[in-house]
């Protein structure tokens, strides 16, 4: 590979000469060179294996076999633009057409989540026949110029908000909000909204980019955890779609879809829905069925929440714990009366999980647990100790991994599988000490 042609502090000196300062590393006081990837496992280039609880892209772990079967596959046959007709496209838009109201019956394929963000705005704004936009504060929905004109997290350092995002052609929310903080929408609340923004001429727009794809455990789509009645006028997809290949994916209304033709000018996009793109897409769809992985982040998504809500009764840096499935959420505060976030208890928690070979990140409030495959004896490193005296629990006695960390936002974004962790009846099968 070419990444281990180059030492690290070579590597480190070209990036700072040839990549742009923005474009920022992680850890940048101390980079870590990744050159390999397998399952929940990366690889540096001394060898150095560490859990990755920072990827919301390699959805079913990194490099799967299945999914990279697919797409060699596919190489060596055809790849090519979707104008072409091709089974792939059609097999895929059916197979996710499956897991969707039916109400939301048509796709156009792209190759980012901020692609098909864009692309939302432009349905919108085509179906409304107005430009104005509702959205929650502290919100990221891209990086595209006419995203990040919706994006609080991001206009806030930049312009100032635009004029023109208020109301109404359209609101956007993530389904659960993520760089937001974690964040679980009341019971009802999606209803409410939607039953406002139509009345004033808008459409709901479901951004479902990191918190798709069964992440939240009790249903497929994040959406669904506000009730069967309710269904987004348009839903986004992305990051782990295609668990590391790019591509996204709009689903919307015919009569949407409708009004957007009728301008009469094509939409088209080079790459987007190749035949290799969509063997990919189906083979994650593939892996997340037969392995059963929405499940798993039930399991442990519940196991997991248990446990927090555990150290939470012990511990006051624990201000809450909030989450669905494997989207989790542990809020560290200095104080309960008045929430100051636990920055710099936070900071020095990720520094920490360096050292012990977990790769994690900070932005808000949250957590991040991994279940390896490897049967190997592990106790719980007490990192947190060192933090509040922030004790976690002895819970790996038996003849398995577990690993739990917790930061001032640390997203839960793995629902790698598991073998023999659960019981037929959904009990653990090991008894927790």
């Known amino acids: 590979m070419a990444s281990e042609g180059h030492s ?87 197979r996710l057409s499956r897991t969707l109201p039916r109400e939301l019956s048509v796709f156009y394929f792209l190759n980012s989540g ?31 110029s006419s995203l990040i004109d919706i994006s609080p997290y991001k206009f806030r350092s930049l312009e100032g908000q635009p004029e023109w995002v208020h109301v109404i052609a359209a609101f956007f929310i993530e389904s659960l909000p993520s760089v937001g903080g974690q964040i679980i929408p009341p019971a009802g609340y999606f209803q409410k909204a939607a039953e406002h923004i139509r009345r004033a001429g808008g459409v709901f727009v479901a951004d479902e980019i990191q918190v798709g794809f069964g992440r939240v455990g009790k249903h497929f789509w994040a959406f669904q955890l506000q009730g069967k009645d309710f269904v987004p006028d348009i839903v986004t997809m992305g990051k782990p779609i295609g668990n590391g290949h790019p591509i996204a994916c709009v689903a919307t209304t015919r009569d949407i879809a409708g009004a957007f033709a009728g301008t009469g000018v094509e939409y088209f996009n080079t790459f987007a829905g190749s035949p290799v793109s969509c063997a990919v897409g189906l083979a994650v769809l593939d892996v997340l069925e037969k392995e059963h992985l929405q499940a798993h982040a039930a399991h442990v998504g519940d196991f997991l929440m248990g446990l927090l809500n555990q150290q939470k009764a012990k511990h006051p840096i624990i201000g809450d714990v909030r989450g669905a499935g494997l989207f989790i959420g542990v809020d560290l505060i200095k104080d309960e009366a008045t929430r100051t976030p636990a920055t710099e208890e936070a900071d020095y928690l990720v520094s920490r999980y360096i050292e012990i070979s977990f790769i994690s990140l900070k932005y808000l409030p949250a957590s991040a647990l991994l279940f390896p495959e490897r049967e190997e004896k592990m106790e719980l490193l007490p990192f947190f100790e060192e933090v509040k005296e922030l004790w976690v629990g002895h819970i790996a006695r038996h003849s398995f991994d577990l690993l739990v960390g917790f930061a001032d936002l640390l997203p839960l974004f793995c629902i790698l599988p598991y073998k023999g962790w659960f019981s037929d009846s959904g009990g653990l099968r090991n008894e927790v000490v």
């Open 8 to 94: 690290k502090e070579e590597t480190l000196s070209l990036r700072r000469q040839l990549i742009g300062s923005s474009c920022r590393l992680f850890f940048p006081e101390d980079p870590v060179k990744i050159v390999r990837g397998q399952g929940q496992y990366m690889y540096d280039e001394k060898g150095v294996e560490y859990i990755d609880c920072i990827n919301n892209v390699a959805h079913v772990g990194h490099c799967h076999p299945h999914v990279v079967q697919a797409a060699h596959e596919q190489n060596q046959v055809l790849n090519t633009n979707s104008r072409f007709l091709h089974d792939n496209i059609v097999d895929y838009a059916q």
């Open 114 to 144: 901020s692609e098909a963000n864009d692309l939302a705005l432009r349905l919108a704004r085509q179906y409304t026949g107005h430009q104005d936009v509702v959205v929650v504060d502290h919100a990221y929905h891209g990086h595209l």
